[in-house]
């Protein structure tokens, strides 16, 4: 499945308060970059994912946020450094926007 037009505007739309956004497309979904760093995936499902690494993961973890967990073709499950962003954040770019801002500064 690839993504739609809608759906990359969507994901756009919601950073829209961070500003100076790059996308990439990848394996049919697309990466987020602010000032050419990647902050977020959108996958071909059109799940938004956020990149957490230190302080940022613990918290993302203590909030009970999913992490991203990927299945190689030999079975194996590795565990990515991305959490899927709940519904509710969905409706508030401006929430979205400082999640995005915590996942940048976690590097």
């Known amino acids: 499945m690839a993504l739609g037009d809608s759906d990359i505007a969507f994901a756009l739309e919601l950073f829209e308060p961070l500003g100076d956004l790059t996308t990439r497309r990848m394996f049919g979904g697309m990466?987020?970059?602010?000032?050419?760093?990647?902050?977020?995936?959108?996958?071909?499902?059109?799940?938004?994912?956020?990149?957490?690494?230190?302080?940022?993961?613990?918290?993302?973890?203590?909030?009970?946020?999913?992490?991203?967990?990927?299945?190689?073709?030999?079975?194996?499950e590795t565990s990515m450094p991305y959490y899927i962003v709940p519904g509710d954040v969905l409706d508030e770019p401006d929430t979205a926007s400082d999640l995005a801002r915590a996942s940048l500064k976690s590097r």
């Not at 977020?40 to 690494?53: F, G, I, Q, V, Y």
């Open 31 to 76: 990466a987020i970059y602010h000032h050419g760093v990647i902050f977020a995936l959108l996958r071909s499902d059109a799940t938004l994912l956020l990149k957490a690494e230190g302080d940022f993961r613990a918290r993302l973890e203590a909030e009970g946020w999913d992490r991203w967990t990927h299945t190689r073709k030999n079975g194996t």
